[in-house]
């Protein structure tokens, strides 16, 4: 809030442009949860265009967390038990580019996990430990 308490500045998010992370959720049932996640996609993309940022849809990637539920226990599903594709533009191009998926299995490697570790989540961790009361046993179970 500015001094003068007429100007309110709200933030509601800070990212890399190559390593931001979007997600919907699910809230009723017949929510079709692929095409929420598209116009939410898709719209980042537009805001990116508009201040001269693109999002590269090939060197991007999704996954879809979706449970069944058997015997009271629940299982991720596959690709092939929950079929679903994301079709998006970019740029000035009327043409949709398939954005890949990954099995919720599969595991990736992205510069912003190292950063995210490297200046954020360390020195959080290291700053925090000598300050704790935690024993030597208990340090080392954790």
Known sequence: MSACK????????????????????QVHPDDDICV?????VQHWERLLFSTCGAINF??????????VWQHGLSKLCTI????????L????????????????????????V???HTAYLRP???YLLPCSTLTQNQCRHI
């Open 80 to 87: 092939a038990h929950s079929p679903a594709v994301l079709h």
């Open 89 to 112: 533009t970019t740029g000035y191009s009327t043409t949709a580019t398939k954005v890949p998926w990954l099995e919720v299995s599969n595991t990736f490697r992205a510069l912003g």
């Open 124 to 126: 959080k961790l290291i």
């Open 6 to 25: 007429s100007i309110l500045v709200q933030l509601t998010g800070v990212s890399f442009i190559d390593d931001t992370s979007l997600g919907v959720t």
């Open 58 to 67: 090939q060197k991007s990637l999704w996954y879809r967390m979706t449970w």
């Open 114 to 116: 190292y950063l995210y």
């Open 36 to 40: 929420q996640l598209s116009a939410l």
